[in-house]
T-cell receptor, first 114, second 114 residues
């Protein structure tokens, strides 16, 4: 699976949009971009994933660049409860022995302040 | 739909003992993966079980083992506990065979080894 690079920390004001970047310059054609977040000492929570088109759900939007080498997770109206570690993971959905393995990096600590 | 459940949630053991942790996947999910999270190493993949067979294994010593039952519930066992085994143990379930499958995590079991 491709390696990802994320900033170690970011701040955001409550009510504003939080834009979390992720670089995955070695991503290959069959690899999806997944985002999870982990609120302190809880299990990681799935947020969103995509292949090449932009995606939106009730939690967030995912913007993937045309060359697929980077992406941005957007939380449109951040709240204090969005304070968490956000992980960007690239993983193939094409099967094989690594299918069930997610490789987590250090993630981005997002702090939402009043 | 009920999420992934893990028992127990907290556990205290002493060095040299063994421990068994349990994970019940989301209904219909036949794959269970286990992860260890420590402050120093982050989230690391332990192993994955599907159809009662270990399909993938991370880089952990043989003291870490697991199994899966016919109802997809999974257990992991750590024998001869060491202080460094203190961690949050997470399991995640998924439904193999779908193109855009996603892993969903349980709340974790926090193990403290004294």
């Amino acid at each position: 699976d491709a390696k990802t690079t994320q900033p170690p920390s970011m701040d955001c004001a409550e009510g504003r949009a939080a834009n979390l970047p992720c670089n995955h310059s070695t991503i290959s054609g069959n690899e999806y971009v997944y985002w999870y977040r982990q609120i302190h000492s809880q299990g990681p929570q799935y947020i969103i994933h995509g292949l090449k088109n932009n995606e939106t759900n009730e939690m967030a939007s995912l913007i993937i660049t045309e060359d697929r080498k980077s992406s941005t997770l957007i939380l449109p109206h951040a709240t204090l409860r969005d304070t968490a570690v956000y992980y960007c993971i690239v993983r193939s959905n094409a099967g094989g022995t690594s299918y069930g393995k997610l490789t987590f990096g250090q993630g981005t600590i997002l702090t939402v302040h009043p | 739909k009920a999420g992934v459940t893990q028992t127990p949630r907290y556990l205290i053991k002493t060095r040299g003992q063994q421990v068994t942790l349990s994970c019940s996947p989301i209904s219909g999910h036949r794959s269970v993966s286990w992860y260890q999270q420590t402050p120093g190493q982050g989230l690391q993949f332990l192993f994955e079980y599907f159809s009662e067979t270990q399909r993938n294994k991370g880089n952990f010593p043989g003291r870490f083992s697991g199994r899966q039952f016919s109802n997809s519930r999974s257990e992991m066992n750590v024998s001869t506990l060491e202080l460094g085994d203190s961690a949050l143990y997470l399991c995640a379930s998924r439904k193999p065979g779908t193109l855009q499958e996603t892993q969903y995590f349980g709340p974790g079991t926090r193990l403290l080894v004294l």
